[in-house]
């Protein structure tokens, strides 16, 4: 959501389910009708698909990326270990304090 504009007058593209199966996306015309018409999702695929294709990393930058990502996957389950770690001592701490209270 969000994503697609019209290029006739800036609103958001919205998608429309039509017979239950078909999608459409069209123009909200928040800012008035600016005539353009419905395209079908195959369409829009198509024409997202050519301009995706343009799109090319580098090797160095989709490496140093892919190492980023290892690095960042690793710091949060660092940080998930420890949580769960400082949480079961903690649920120790205060059963013991209830089977004294008890």
Known sequence: MGLLTCG???????????????????????????????????????????VVERIQIPSEIADWLAERLRDSHKDTEETRRETIARLTQRRHSVQSKLDRAL
């Open 8 to 50: 006739r007058c800036g609103c958001s593209i919205t998608a429309e389910k039509k017979k239950g199966r078909y999608i459409y996306y069209r123009c909200t015309g928040f800012h008035g009708r600016c005539g353009n018409s419905y395209v079908r999702e195959e369409t829009l695929a198509g024409l997202l698909g050519t």
